[in-house]
């Protein structure tokens, strides 16, 4: 995958929806995206005309029988996800009239659920060269930011009056680390250890940037592959 990755012609797949917590299903056909829940009881239906150039639409979710819709048009951009080995989709949210955020302020992230395998090995970010990056926490609707140098990874709060501090080391194979977020005055830590992987976001468009996902791999909290959180880094 190069730094300009296709407007897919067809697409079916299955989206974790990282801040409602549930599935989502999107299908492209051409210049069409249709999104519908999956997994679940509700049969809402939501279609919108996808702009090949940018990969993206404006999405209406105020459809029947969808449950507290946003009170105005998003727009939906796909975007691609790499870490060391693999690829897959997401859809990624803001809201151009900048009502509930700033414009180009990722709202949400819907994670597909199925990794694919791609023909290369992505660099680790920061492992050669020393990283600071600004995230969006996509579940918990705020800001972290992250120092990354060589095998050190540190996690802090971003924008608020928090100062707890999470200190962990870099795989620098998989370019993912073991976290545990039960720190002196982290609000509400997991009980569990998390693992986080730094991922390469592409988007049709050409623009790139860093991305990090957490998992359990105990199982505990969901499947060890499932995506808990996203954070995503602000351009």
């Given at each position: 995958?190069g730094p300009k990755?296709?407007?897919p ?12 917590g549930?599935?989502?299903?999107v299908?492209?056909s ?7 829940p ?5 049969t ?7 702009d090949?150039?940018?990969?993206s639409?404006s999405?209406?979710f ?5 449950p507290s819709?946003p009170?105005?048009n ?5 975007w691609?996800?790499?870490n060391y080995?693999d ?6 949210f803001?809201d151009p009239?900048g009502?509930?955020?700033?414009r180009n ?6 994670v597909?659920?199925?990794?694919q395998?791609?023909p290369f090995?992505?660099?680790c970010?920061g492992y050669?060269?020393?990283?600071q990056?600004?995230f969006?926490?996509m579940?918990?609707g705020?800001k972290?930011e992250?120092?990354i ?5 540190s996690?802090?709060?971003?924008g ?6 999470v200190?962990?080391q870099l795989?620098?194979?998989s370019?993912?680390a073991?976290?545990d977020?039960?720190v ?8 569990v250890?998390l693992l ?5 976001n592409h988007a049709p468009?050409?623009?790139?940037k860093?991305?990090?996902e957490f998992?359990?791999?105990?199982g ?6 499932f995506?808990l ?7």
């Open positions: 995958m990755p296709p407007c012609r067809t697409l079916k797949a299955v989206y974790a929806d990282i801040h409602d549930d599935k989502k299903e299908t492209i051409d210049s069409v995206l249709t999104i519908r999956s997994g679940n009881n509700q809402w239906v939501v279609e919108a005309h996808l090949r150039d940018t990969c639409g999405a209406d105020n459809v029947p029988g969808k819709p009170p105005v998003i727009t939906v951009s796909l691609y996800s790499a080995s690829y897959k989709t997401e859809w990624e803001t009239s009502t509930l955020a700033p302020f990722p709202l949400n992230r819907w597909q659920l199925k990794w395998t791609k090995k992505a660099k970010l050669s060269n020393a990283y990056g600004v969006a926490d579940h918990d705020d972290k992250v120092t140098s060589h095998t050190s990874v996690i802090k709060p971003r608020n009056n928090q100062t707890w501090v200190n962990t795989d620098t194979e370019c993912t073991n976290v977020f039960n002196p005055g982290k609000p509400n830590p997991p009980p250890n986080v992987s730094f991922l390469h468009t050409g623009l790139f860093y991305e990090a998992t359990d791999p105990s505990t909290l969901a499947p060890a592959d995506p959180n996203h954070w995503v880094e602000l351009e």
